[in-house]
């Protein structure tokens, strides 16, 4: 079987991945082709001269158009990092830009490209280190997901520092804590769904998350309000604005602190641990902890509590049920838990790969269990739901985000769309998409909430 010239090979493993490099099109085969992977490799063009002409050119969403330079902005997906993927500049002609504004996923190369300009161009824009362009067969469906993914090599995890893991194996963040500096970390180390959502947004009626996070819990005035690892302070000044509460904040990082006092004045804050509250028993009508519970420990040991455990599990929330506990001593009776973070009903607590400390998502349907053990009356519900999230509003796609935040990389994580993202320059080409899908900040439908209470 004789490959057509403009296939490359590429040996990776047992395999080898063929690239067309006129058509952006590849198929992976095991080494040594059988007779078996002709009908697929014809279907692809690879064996006889592609009917280029015919062929429909579908844009990458992972590149966008920078008409001032003029260039193509396209993620390279061959570098791809823990964070996602770089993006780089290619400098393109004006004819060469009409022509990629006039890929609608529909007309054919032949309306688009006098067939003499065609090759060099094709080869610029459908080789694997660019892939902005790909030749199908026929026009591009809605459903069809090529425009969205990209060849690349599987997202590599971050490294971790021995100090994030205890001799027992245990996840533990206290010098990670120790050493933030405030000061962008939410919009380059670990963005949170509050902060993401920090600004008025349409998913959650033109409120930001702290305000719609206060009208569901309506604290009444003066009620003592305490919330643990408050980040930089977002929630506390949304808690505060309407009103007045005797609102605590308690973080073990000190720098955080220092940006919550900026953030919210009429708050206090105090320096300790989520398991060791600095705060006297019965003290509390409310105890909220928003996205905090991954970052306390897990441990493949899963010690006094007596849980129903999965088969094979592997990691428990244990931190998060000492919080529980410490809950229980410092709320009065009567007094309010809410405790919101990534994680499933039922599913394994996983520690994520991309961030570059470890973070463990929760098993709420086990949290439920220690809570009601304890004496909480006690439910879980998603965050969505909790706090009336429109699942159909839209934000930037993630690859539209990771162009922007490579264009500007000072720009802050905000569930941006692209008609209110910060512009350096004029971009061409970012796309929205629903907030259930890939965007600036985690997703939404990830996050669970266990509201509590404390009988009187
Ligand atoms: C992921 S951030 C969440 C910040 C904010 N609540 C939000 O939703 O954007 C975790 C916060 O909890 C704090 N934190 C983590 N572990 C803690 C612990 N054991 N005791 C007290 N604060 C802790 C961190 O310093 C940080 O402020």
């Known amino acids: 079987m004789q490959l057509h010239a403009a296939v490359e090979v590429h040996p990776q493993g047992d395999e080898l991945l063929l690239w067309h490099r006129w058509t952006g099109r590849c198929a992976r085969v095991p080494r040594g082709l059988r007779p078996g992977h002709e009908a697929l490799l014809r279907r692809l063009h690879m064996l006889e001269a592609a009917p280029l002409g015919e062929l429909v050119p579908v ?43 006039g890929c609608n996923g529909a007309r054919p190369l032949a ?13 610029l824009l459908c080789g694997r280190g660019v892939q902005a362009l790909r030749l199908q067969d026929g026009p591009v469906r809605a459903s069809d997901p090529g425009p969205w993914t990209l060849s690349a090599p599987v997202r590599p995890p ?35 769904l509050a902060h993401a959502f920090a600004e008025p947004h349409p998913a959650l009626g033109g409120r930001r998350y702290g305000q719609a996070l206060r009208e569901v819990l309506a604290p009444a005035p003066g009620q003592r309000v305490v919330e643990v690892g408050a980040g930089t302070g977002e929630l506390a000044r949304d808690f505060l604005g309407p009103g007045p509460l005797a609102y605590t904040r308690v973080d073990r990082s000190p720098e955080l602190l220092a940006a919550q006092d900026l953030a919210a004045p009429g708050s206090r804050g105090l320096l300790g641990d989520a398991l060791a509250l600095p705060l006297r028993d019965g003290s ?12 306390l420990e897990a441990s493949p040991e899963l010690g006094d509590w007596d849980l129903r455990v999965e088969p094979g599990q592997a990691l428990f929330n244990t931190g998060s049920f000492s919080l529980l506990r410490e809950a229980w001593r410092v709320l009065r ?41 304890l004496g909480f009356s006690a439910t879980v519900r998603p965050l969505s739901e909790v706090l009336g999230f429109d699942l159909s509003a839209r934000w930037l796609s993630r690859p539209s985000w990771e162009a922007m935040r490579c264009l500007d990389p000072s720009l802050p994580a905000r569930a941006w769309t692209a008609r209110t993202v910060p512009r350096p320059e004029r971009v061409e080409g970012l796309v929205d998409r629903a907030v259930t899908q890939d965007g600036p900040g985690p997703v939404v439908t990830r996050f669970w909430v266990l509201e509590a209470r404390r009988p009187r």
């Not at 396209?74 to 060469?96: I, S």
């Not at 309306?111 to 080869?123: G, S, V, Y």
């Open 59 to 101: 844009r990458s969403r992972w590149s966008v158009l920078l008409p001032d330079r003029p260039a193509l902005w396209h993620a390279l997906p061959l570098q791809r990092g823990p964070g996602g993927f770089p993006f780089a500049e290619l400098r393109l002609e004006d004819w060469q830009l009409d022509f990629l504004r």
């Open 111 to 123: 309306d688009l490209l006098e067939p003499e300009r065609a090759l060099p161009l094709l080869e």
């Open 158 to 192: 971050e490294a971790r520092a021995s100090h994030q893991r205890g001799d027992r194996g245990q996840t533990t963040l206290g010098r990670y804590h120790q050493e933030i500096r405030a000061e962008g970390h939410f919009d380059h180390r670990e963005t949170t």
């Open 284 to 295: 509390v009508d409310l105890l909220l902890a928003n996205e905090v519970l991954a970052d």
């Open 333 to 373: 009776p009567g007094g309010r838990l809410w405790l919101s973070e990534f994680g499933g009903l039922d599913e394994q607590p996983t520690e994520t790969r991309q961030l570059d400390h470890p973070e463990v998502s929760v098993h709420f349907g086990q949290l439920l269990q220690v809570a009601l053990a």
